[in-house]
């Protein structure tokens, strides 16, 4: 049976219930305040990239590193078709070397270390007379496919040329008769393409030279047909 002399009694209790689960800890309520004005600064903003800002001549190459970088561009056109150098670590410590060598390479290497020391001092500053017999090349067909090749490695397979370049400013390039002028082949850039040190040596002594060259023979001719 219900008491009307209780009813204020249950009404206060019931006022003080609401009151508790709608409360914020002051201590609360700030950390929700920082955290809402730190959004609303950051609401609009957008990061800009790296080479967002400056002028065409304050804008860097991220492969040569070199400046002048024309508005639109990524990286220079002598740059196009290589990768961005890695970083390289400012000194190897202890922890980054490889694992200890087997104990046979050791006794190997020291051996020869050993046979070198003794013959050093005999051998230092001596020349050998030597006589070649080079075949002749044209330097004009050299410069041909140096002009054609744009400043890039010929080969379609290329992992990514050097990212320095010579002191002259060139890249980094060989030109290689596809075809050996020994063996017939002609000293003419529908024969000849220009490689970065890489390409050049796989194509020279890389296990899968053949085909390589079969492709770059192809390169050549193509490229010398749009020419």
């Not at 990286?75 to 200890?100: F, M, Q």
């Not at 002191?167 to 060989?174: A, K, Q, S, V």
Request: aromatic content about 2%; proline content about 6%.
């Amino acid at each position: 049976m219900f008491r009307s002399d209780l009813a204020p009694l249950l009404q206060g209790v019931r006022g003080q219930n609401a009151t508790s689960s709608t409360a914020i800890h002051p201590s609360h309520q700030v950390e929700t305040d920082s955290r809402d004005s730190r959004l609303g600064a950051n609401a609009g903003a957008i990061p800009k990239p790296a080479n967002a800002t400056g002028s065409a001549g304050q804008r860097r190459c991220p492969v040569c590193g070199n400046a002048g970088l024309a508005d639109g561009r990524s990286r220079h056109l002598k740059c196009e078709g290589s990768r961005v150098p890695a970083v390289v670590p400012a000194a190897v410590v202890a922890s980054d070397v490889d694992a200890a060598p087997d104990s046979r390479d050791i006794a190997r290497y020291r051996e020869l270390v050993s046979s070198v020391e003794r013959r050093e001092a005999a051998t230092r500053g001596r020349r050998v007379e030597r006589v070649n017999h080079e075949i002749v090349r044209l330097d004009l067909a050299r410069k041909a496919v140096l002009l054609r090749c744009g400043g890039r490695c010929e080969n379609p397979a290329c992992g990514g040329q050097p990212a320095d370049v010579k002191d002259d400013g060139r890249p980094i390039l060989e030109v290689d008769h596809v075809k050996r002028i020994s063996e017939g082949g002609r000293d003419h850039p529908v024969q000849m393409v220009a490689l970065c040190p890489n390409c050049h040596a796989m194509k020279e002594h890389g296990r899968q030279r053949d085909v390589l060259s079969a492709t770059l023979l192809k390169v050549a001719e193509q490229a010398h047909a749009r020419w």
